[in-house]
């Protein structure tokens, strides 16, 4: 098992050259076993596991603007240095155009923003931690972070409908802990965090121009009276399709129908 982790608090951190770290509940440094330091406090980024050279990238800017790539990105150091410098201003579209399956993390200032994938094959989790935001690319390792209980609700609705994504939300098997919704980033500043959309949503409705009810009930009309050619074996002939009822002679019956009924119901309650 491999993941990113990285957090954001609202305290500056240290800021040694290649420290990282945050404070524990008892005042010790806490940061994850066996990893590699990406890039230090205060808003530390590492890699936890058996990751390739080649499937970790990170491209600066200056010493506060740079971006990670985890994965594997057809994109050049390049493609990742213009990118950068279009996140810094506030796009991310881009961040997840590049071929490959990968995660991208930038960071500009205080600010850290990683981006999930539009099909959510590669999540992004995050929790409350430490007074500030812990997130990471496997939810296990947050649920042990803060000791997390089950969400039973979680699995409530996993059980239920597990076809049906939208029953799950952002939940995630363990309490405390929210996944990222496909299409969406994670921003922090300075422990704040807020999940923002970049890709662009648009309705699959297509509205139909407006049209006058009686017009559309004489254009129907006008089209069953017309007569018709069928082809058999080579002849023609016309034929005419059968008489259709008017709109308004059907709204007579009806009414019709309905006085019947409540005279029939007036005599039988007298």
């Known amino acids: 098992m491999r993941w990113l982790v990285g957090w954001s608090s609202t305290a500056a951190g240290a800021v040694a050259a290649g420290s990282a770290g945050a404070t524990g509940p008892d005042g010790e ?5 066996g ?5 230090g406090d205060p808003d530390p980024l590492w890699a ?7 499937e970790v990238r990170v491209v600066k800017a200056d010493d506060r603007t740079r971006i990670a790539v985890l994965g594997i990105c057809g994109a050049t150091d390049e493609q990742l240095r ?3 410098f ?3 201003g506030g796009a991310l579209r881009h961040l997840t155009a590049w071929p490959g399956s990968y995660t991208a993390i930038v960071q500009v200032g205080r600010r850290v923003t990683v981006c999930g994938d539009l099909a959510g094959a590669r999540p992004v989790f995050h929790t409350p931690w430490a007074g500030g935001t812990a997130y990471a690319t496997a939810a296990l ?6 000791e997390a209980n089950l969400d039973f609700g979680h699995l409530a609705a996993l059980l239920a409908a597990p076809d049906v ?10 309490d405390g802990v929210k996944r990222v919704p496909p299409g969406h980033a994670l921003i922090l500043r300075a422990g704040a965090r807020e999940i923002a959309g970049y890709e662009p949503v648009a309705s699959l409705a297509v509205a139909a121009p407006a049209t006058v009810p009686f017009s559309a009930v004489e254009a129907v009309r006008d089209e069953s009276s017309k007569p018709t050619t069928e082809t058999s074996f080579g002849t023609s002939r016309p034929r005419c399709r059968a008489a259709r009822i008017a709109p308004s002679a059907i709204m007579s019956l009806a009414h019709t129908t309905a006085v019947q009924s409540r005279s029939i119901s007036a ?3 007298a």
């Open 35 to 39: 990893s590699h330091l990406l890039w």
């Open 82 to 84: 213009v990118a950068l």
């Open 267 to 269: 005599v039988a309650a």
């Open 48 to 54: 936890v596991g058996d990751w390739r050279p080649d």
């Open 86 to 88: 279009a996140a810094r």
């Open 141 to 146: 390792p947050l649920a042990d972070l803060i």
């Open 29 to 33: 440094t806490v940061h994850p076993v």
């Open 165 to 174: 994504p939208a029953a799950l939300h952002d939940s995630t098997p363990y």
